[in-house]
């Protein structure tokens, strides 16, 4: 299952990691790209929970304005 987001708000490679370390401390979640200039997450796994890696990613600090 892959699941891709829309998240304002990231700007460097810090923000990167810390939405690759938020989400990717989820339950099932087996990969997480990134794309800054894009402004997307791609995130890979099993049982993915659209709920779940929006409260991630949020309480990174950043906005999740669309899950595909």
Excluded: F, R
């Excluded at 460097?12 to 370390?21: D, L, S, T, W, Y």
């Excluded at 990969?31 to 049982?47: C, P, R």
């Excluded at 949020?58 to 906005?63: F, K, P, S």
């Amino acid at each position: 299952m892959k699941k891709t987001l829309l998240v304002e708000g990231m700007s460097c490679g810090h923000c990167e990691m810390a939405v690759k370390k938020a989400v990717g401390a989820l339950e099932g979640v087996e990969s997480v790209v990134v794309d800054l200039g894009a402004k997307k997450v791609e995130v890979e796994g099993e049982n993915l929970n659209d709920n779940l890696i929006k409260e991630a990613i949020e309480d990174a600090g950043y906005d999740v304005v669309e899950i595909k």
